[in-house]
């Protein structure tokens, strides 16, 4: 027989589902949705990938989504239209993928070419990218998911405004500017990873469902970032990671104005899910923090071995 728990609430990814979650509901979601999705052995399992990445690329699998049934009543706990603003914001940030493939390719290109093919695939003998490296070709499904999204809450088409990418900006240190592309990255990854899950513990069903599919993804690029940094930079690299807190809202902001939206109900909403957000990102850096600390040099080290080697050979 259920029990009175059992029988007054649903579950979905996310764990327990209520219609009306207040903020430690929301909280557990994020908990479980953490422990779900960035999990030590998923991250494990991301990382030990990368090495196969370099020489039989594969894109990961992502679950088929029904476009019909999302729509804006599985947004749950948090007003609408503050979810899609930040819909329309993540749509922005994913915008200019090949950008953001040729910018890593220029830094990593010298000191670890597997990794910069990694992202953005073959060249031509003038620089142009030909085909997107894996990350690229993964990273580019997640702007059309972001739009669609978009349209069926909204009934609008979204013309999002590409992120603004700085491009290659060489200092004459390789090693440094390497250290300061791969803090980036990771942040980046970071940022997404985290938007991701909160959108996911503010919703239900298939337009759960949908967010689910560019989050695997960005925890997948961090794990792979994250190993790569820990490998080539040691311990001294990821005492940055903490201070970078402070630039990782910035996925949330978007131009209000461009939208038929009430600025005191985002002034709300803004205030009232500061601290979900804010423990979102302290969540997930606790858990890459316990798996840090689990990554042996001896590990990173044969899984980085062929690359380590020529690398070594360059200095």
């Not at 239900?204 to 560019?214: F, H, V």
Request: some cysteine.
């Amino acid at each position: 027989m259920l029990n009175y728990k059992q029988r007054n609430c649903s579950i979905d990814l996310a764990g327990e589902l209520s219609n009306h979650p207040n903020y430690l509901q929301i909280r557990a979601r994020i908990n479980h949705l953490t422990s779900k999705y960035v999990s030590l052995g998923m991250l494990y399992s991301n990382l030990h990938d990368l090495p196969t990445q370099f020489t039989e690329p594969h894109q990961r699998h992502w679950e088929k989504i029904d476009w019909k049934k999302v729509n804006i009543n599985q947004i749950i706990g948090v007003e609408p239209a503050f979810f899609i603003n930040l819909i329309a914001g993540a749509a922005e940030v994913e915008a200019p993928i090949r950008d953001y493939a040729r910018e890593s390719r220029d830094y990593l290109q010298v000191q670890y070419p597997a990794m910069a093919n990694f992202m953005a695939g073959n060249l031509t003998s003038d620089g142009q990218i030909i085909e997107l490296g894996i990350w690229g070709k993964e990273e580019r499904q997640h702007l059309p998911v972001f739009k669609k999204i978009y349209q069926q809450l909204t009934g609008e088409k979204l013309q999002p405004k590409a992120n603004t990418v700085n491009g290659y900006q060489p200092t004459g240190n390789l090693q440094r500017d390497m250290y300061y592309h791969t803090l980036s990255r990771i942040t980046t990854e970071w940022s997404a990873t985290s938007i991701y899950l909160w959108l996911m513990a503010h919703s239900t069903g298939e337009l759960q469902q949908a967010i689910a599919q560019p989050l695997q993804d960005e925890v997948n690029h961090l794990a792979k970032f994250w190993g790569f940094g820990a490998w080539a930079f040691g311990d001294a690299y990821f005492s940055r990671l903490y201070g970078a807190g402070k630039h990782l809202i910035a996925l949330a902001k978007h131009n209000k104005q461009e939208r038929s939206q009430s600025d005191d109900v985002l002034k709300y909403s803004s205030a009232l899910h500061a601290v979900e957000l804010a423990f979102t990102f302290a969540r997930v850096m606790v858990q890459m923090g316990k798996w840090n600390k689990t990554l042996d040099s001896n590990y990173l080290n044969r899984l980085f071995d062929d690359t380590a080697k020529c690398q070594a050979s360059q200095h």
